[in-house]
């Protein structure tokens, strides 16, 4: 079955650092990736996205490439803020008629001024 | 749009006491899925609908769990009774029904249950 592999945390970083979530995948057929971002006490909401082998997925400076390759899709960003801090989860649609999201377990990152 | 909605956002029961969670989709969202987050076990699938029919509850834990959704703008979770294992933070999510996938979940703020 499908599955998402996501790097154990926590992460805590200084600002500025760069950040690289790792994130690997089990899928049948050609799955669309995303990365979810959890902030403290709310819900998740999208981040970025990828539907197809090299696509690059961006917003708020964070970066994500679709490896198929390799069956990866690693968070990069390359200055990191206070504000970064949260719980980021990789998770991936199979496709098809089946609407269901695999997620990763989640990582928590924190970024310390 | 006003987003997801969920409602309580805290809930404090006595173990064996019925809890009911709510939920309201944005308007025009084909699907709406439950899902439950602890820090063991992580975020789970519970149950999720199309166009108000259950297409998948197979990650309901036990028969304890029931979820119904009347109509396109109102969803229910209960669980009947509960137990401190049962606590959580409960999302409501829905989506649209785009073809070619890359199909993005909206999600509520969740409900925190503490079962005592």
């Known amino acids: 079955g499908d599955s998402v592999t996501q790097m154990e945390g926590p992460v805590t970083l200084s600002e500025e650092a760069c950040l690289t979530i790792?994130?690997?995948?089990?899928?049948?057929?050609?799955?669309?990736l995303f990365w979810y971002v959890q902030y403290p006490g709310e819900g998740l909401q999208l981040l970025l996205k990828?539907?197809?082998?090299?696509d690059k997925g961006s917003n708020k400076g964070f970066e994500a490439t679709y490896r198929k390759e390799t069956t990866s899709f690693h968070l990069e960003k390359g200055s990191v803020q206070v504000s970064d801090s949260a719980v980021y989860f990789c998770?991936?649609?199979?496709?098809?008629?089946?609407?269901?999201?695999?997620f990763g377990k989640g990582t928590l990152l924190t970024v310390n001024p | 749009d006003a987003g997801v909605i969920q409602s309580p956002r805290h809930e404090v029961t006595e173990m064996g006491q019925e809890v009911t969670l709510r939920c309201k989709p944005i308007?025009?969202?084909?699907?709406l899925f439950w899902y439950r987050q602890t820090m063991m076990r992580g975020l789970e699938l519970l149950i999720y609908?199309?166009?108000?029919?259950?297409?998948?509850d197979s990650g309901m834990p036990e028969d304890r769990f029931s979820a119904k959704m009347p109509n396109a703008s109102f969803s229910t979770l209960k669980i009947q009774p509960s137990e401190p294992r049962d606590s959580a933070v409960y999302f409501c999510?829905?989506?649209?029904?785009?073809?070619?996938?890359?199909?993005?979940?909206?999600f509520g703020a969740g409900t925190r249950l503490s079962v005592l």
């Open positions: 999510a829905s989506s649209l029904a785009l073809g070619g996938g890359g199909n993005i979940q909206y």
């Open positions: 790792n994130c690997t995948y089990t899928a049948t057929g050609y799955p669309s």
């Open positions: 990828a539907t197809k082998a090299d």
């Open positions: 998770a991936l649609h199979s496709g098809g008629s089946n609407y269901k999201l695999t």
């Open positions: 308007s025009g969202h084909d699907y």
């Open positions: 609908f199309n166009n108000n029919v259950p297409i998948d």
